[in-house]
């Protein structure tokens, strides 16, 4: 079993920038490809962004070119970083691998004022 543990996540002010952590545990495929997806009150979960381990990514539109999604896969921990945030940016972030592990982490709640 995997175990997704998310951070990171706060409240910001418009046009703020946060930068959101993942750290995966347990039964970890290697060379996964690791994604980020988030869940607006009332809506469903949503993909947002995915990195392979060689390095390619893909965004949703919705965040292309204001996100930025990293990893390290020594610590296998993914991240995202959210400039130029948007009322619409407000959701609850997980991470998850593509295709999706089981389980989900808690998910870390990014808020904007």
């Known amino acids: 079993q995997v175990q997704l543990v998310e951070s990171g996540g706060g409240l910001v002010q418009p046009g703020g920038s946060l930068r959101l952590s993942c750290a995966a545990s347990?039964?970890?495929?290697?060379?996964?490809?690791m994604a980020w997806y988030r869940q607006a009150p009332g809506k469903q979960r949503e993909y947002v962004a995915f990195?392979?381990?060689?390095?390619?990514?893909d965004y949703a539109d919705s965040v292309k070119g204001r996100f930025a999604i990293s990893r390290d896969n020594a610590k296998n921990t993914v991240y995202l970083q959210m400039n130029s945030l948007k009322p619409e940016d407000t959701a609850v972030y997980y991470c998850?691998?593509?295709?999706?592990?089981?389980?989900w982490g808690q998910g870390t709640q990014v808020t904007e004022k």
């Open positions: 347990g039964s970890v495929r290697s060379r996964s490809i």
């Open positions: 998850n691998a593509m295709p999706n592990y089981d389980s």
């Open positions: 990195m392979t381990s060689s390095g390619s990514t």
